[in-house]
């Protein structure tokens, strides 16, 4: 199969026309004006958009992906990895993934790295096929947010406080066992 990976910025009309159809098929809440804030937020934190388009100009797959430094060292991590439900099972995937893995080398990354929810079992064994392990459980907790949806996260007036606000940390003998 001859495909083509392309990096595509929030402000390119395939973003809207290509990617955001593959990422609905994994998040089928995300509606097209949620989809346009969320990929020029991200954008803006360093998420990349790569998507794998086949001869004629269709786009079959997307990673979204991003640098991070960790206290694990260097790591690419892929936020999401989305093939066209028709376009699975014929190495799009793969290839997308080998194509992160090269990059990630050449950024001088220690890993690549992505989480998978519990249930997507099909999604599991393909990256088991690849080599890719379970190294940890992520852990999430839904709250309200204080700001308003529209609100992003961080810009570029932001900037940290003074001094740290008053939370009083927890620690292992206040959690109790489940």
Known sequence: MNLTLTDLAPDDPRMS???????????????APAFAAFAEEAYGQG????????ATGRGLAVATHRLLATSRGRVLFVDDLVTAPESRGRGVGAHLLAE???RARA??????ELDSGTANVHAHRFY??????????????DIAPDTAPDTPLVTPSDTLPATAPDIAPVTAP???PE
């Open 17 to 31: 026309a290509d990617i955001a159809p593959l990422i609905r098929t994994l998040r089928p809440q995300l509606t």
């Open 47 to 54: 998420l990349r958009f790569t998507v794998a388009y086949d």
């Open 100 to 102: 992160l893995e090269r």
């Open 107 to 112: 950024a001088g990354c220690a890993r690549v």
């Open 128 to 141: 088991h096929a690849r080599r890719m392990t379970i190294g940890a459980l992520h852990f999430g907790l």
């Open 174 to 176: 206040d959690i109790a």
